[in-house]
């Protein structure tokens, strides 16, 4: 998987990317060139990850010693977590971009951000949450963006021994300037459909930067029937479920010669069946002979002799279509 990039400048929306509206109103002059789309933005998103891969992120802040920076998730959405609120999450909160190249999560509390690479998302997801007292109260109920992460590590290669990274992302309800830190918190109410928005337009650009690995994957494995006969009786490794069917060779050879063929004419033996002027002069195995009126037309007289091809002549015959099978 490709590596991230870290990033200590917050990208503009505005300035940095191109808005998904305005790029499909237009024909582009290049698909090359030019600004990433903006697919999805959102500045107020909580970003979960357990103690032991947040480091791996870059993006979170650092806490103080003396516990007065808390890394924990905060309320009200860490009502709706096991093990005592989440005490085995560190939280930060990040503004997201969900761009046509990169998907970009920023903190402004740590001064830092990440770019991570589509191929390196193995998997999102939509997850549920609800209140662990109260989980019939729909007030309390929210939803996040589920995701595994797996990165190269820094040799260049894929760690294969190592876990993804599980990262949960959750649109919250920013708390206005003007409202006390005391007042009561509530679950955004459009958290639905910010946390579906951004899963959908993570799914759209994924589905512009497929895998490499597993194209390269499907390459090697579609030439296994990439060469079929069909014969009946042709000898041959048969495929399952494919009666008469045979698979060629995986080497680029040939399929198994037909029965009655004596063999293929390849570039190879070519000279073995015909001479420098094109002539059939026939080979080992195979006659050079052609049965009766092989090569010759027939005229209409003979077609339409009595019987012939199913024709009777007079006036009480049916008209019938000559049978050319």
Request: glycine residues 10%; hydrophobic residues 30%.
């Amino acid at each position: 998987m490709l590596p991230p990039t870290v990033i200590r400048t917050c990208p503009s929306a505005d300035n940095d990317f191109q808005p998904l509206s305005e790029y499909q109103a237009q024909t582009p002059d290049t698909f090359f060139d030019g600004k990433p789309v903006l697919y999805y933005h959102d500045e107020n998103v909580k970003a979960w990850v357990s103690k032991e891969q947040y480091e791996a992120l870059h993006i979170f802040s650092k806490g103080s010693e003396d516990g007065s920076t808390p890394l924990n998730p905060s309320p009200p959405e860490c009502y709706a977590l096991e093990n005592d609120r989440g005490k085995h999450l560190f939280e930060e909160k990040v503004e997201v971009f969900v761009a046509s190249n990169k998907l970009t999560l920023f903190s402004h509390k740590s001064g830092t951000g990440i770019e991570i690479p589509y191929p390196a998302i193995t998997l999102h997801a939509i997850k549920n949450f609800r209140h662990i007292e109260k989980p019939d109260e729909a007030s309390s109920k929210f939803i996040g963006v589920y995701m595994q992460l797996e990165f190269s590590n820094s040799g260049g290669e894929d760690d294969e021994g190592s876990d993804p990274i599980e990262l949960t992302l959750v649109p919250y309800k920013a708390l206005p300037a003007e409202q006390s830190s005391t007042e009561t918190l509530i679950i955004d109410p459009l958290n639905h459909e910010r946390a579906t928005a951004l899963f959908n337009q993570v799914s759209a650009c994924s589905n512009l930067h497929p895998d490499p690995h597993e194209e390269e994957e499907e390459e090697e494995g579609g030439d296994e029937f990439d060469r079929i006969v069909f014969e009946d009786s042709a000898e041959g490794d048969a495929i399952e479920g494919l009666p008469g069917a045979f698979r060629g060779d995986l080497n680029g050879g040939l399929p198994p010669p037909m029965p009655g063929s004596s063999g293929w004419i390849t570039a190879d033996n070519v000279n073995q069946y015909f001479d420098e002027d094109g002539n059939w002069i026939g080979g080992d195995g195979v006659s050079g002979e052609l049965g009766d009126g092989a090569g010759r037309v027939r005229a209409h007289v003979e077609v339409d002799q009595d019987g012939m091809d199913g024709l009777e002549n007079g006036d009480g015959a049916d008209s019938k279509r000559p049978r050319t099978e």
